[in-house]
Nanobody
Framework: QVQVMESGGGLVQAGGSLRLSCAVS????????MGWFRQAPGKEREAVSY????????YYVDSVKGRFTISRDNAKNQVYLQMTSLKPEDTAKYYC?????????????????????WGQGTQVTVSS
C-alpha cells in the first residue's frame, strides 16, 4: 500500500520561508517522478513543481520560479519543496504526488491525472 505524507506547512509572514517534506512508502521511490501541487479555496489544483526520478531535471510554474526549489533524497524516500520569499498568493494547501512515470515530457507534468498517489496535503498560509 502506497503512503504519501506531507509535512512542514504553517503560518508565515510575507517574505518568509518554509520547507515542505513528503515521505513516501510502499513503492520503489526512485522509479517515479514526483510533483508538488497546490490548491487555494475556490481555485483549481495547480501544479507547482516537478522532479524526475533521478533529480537531474525539475520544472516550476512561472509564479514560483526563483523562489521555490524542489529536491529529492532517494535514499530516504523523500521529496522536498523549499519555499522562500513567500507571498500571500502562495497561500494554499500543498499536495505531494507520485507520478505514474520516471519522467514526463512537455507540459504533462502539470496534469493531475499523470499522478496516481497523493498525500492529504499540508496547509501553507502567508500573511501580509
Amino acid at each position: 500500500q502506497v503512503q504519501v505524507m506531507e509535512s512542514g506547512g504553517g503560518l508565515v509572514q510575507a517574505g518568509g520561508s518554509l520547507r515542505l517534506s513528503c515521505a513516501v512508502s510502499g513503492l520503489i521511490f526512485d522509479d517515479y517522478a514526483m510533483g508538488w501541487f497546490r490548491q487555494a479555496p475556490g481555485k483549481e489544483r495547480e501544479a507547482v513543481s516537478y522532479i524526475t526520478w533521478s533529480g537531474r531535471s525539475s520544472y516550476y510554474v512561472d509564479s514560483v520560479k526563483g523562489r521555490f526549489t524542489i529536491s529529492r533524497d532517494n535514499a530516504k524516500n523523500q521529496v522536498y519543496l523549499q519555499m522562500t520569499s513567500l507571498k500571500p498568493e502562495d497561500t494554499a494547501k500543498y499536495y505531494c504526488a507520485v507520478s505514474r512515470y520516471t519522467s514526463m515530457f512537455g507540459e504533462s507534468w502539470r496534469r493531475p491525472d499523470q499522478y496516481n498517489n497523493w498525500g492529504q496535503g499540508t496547509q501553507v498560509t502567508v500573511s501580509s
